[in-house]
């Protein structure tokens, strides 16, 4: 496991248990920061880190990658119902 810089989505995915199609929707929609490398899609996982991380001034538990995408894709069926 690397310590940081920027990794493959797949890599990320493995350590985190949680689909690239999701990491990919958290690219698209900005929230976290990647780029290309060699033709590979890399993340930067300070801005990944971040992103499972609430702000100091929050008083509840940390999300884990799983809870985040299932939040997201509860939010992402309310709003095509709406």
């Known amino acids: 496991m690397e ?14 248990t949680i689909a690239q199609g999701t990491i990919r929707r958290w690219i698209k929609d900005g929230r976290i920061e990647a780029m290309h490398v060699g033709g590979a899609l890399r993340v930067s ?13 929050a008083n509840r538990q940390t999300l884990t990658p799983e809870e985040l995408a299932d939040r997201d894709e509860l939010r992402q069926r309310r709003s095509k119902k709406a």
């Open 45 to 57: 996982r300070a801005s990944f880190e971040r992103l499972l991380t609430p702000p100091r001034s």
């Open 3 to 16: 310590n940081g810089g920027w990794v493959p989505t797949q890599q990320i995915a493995k350590e985190y």
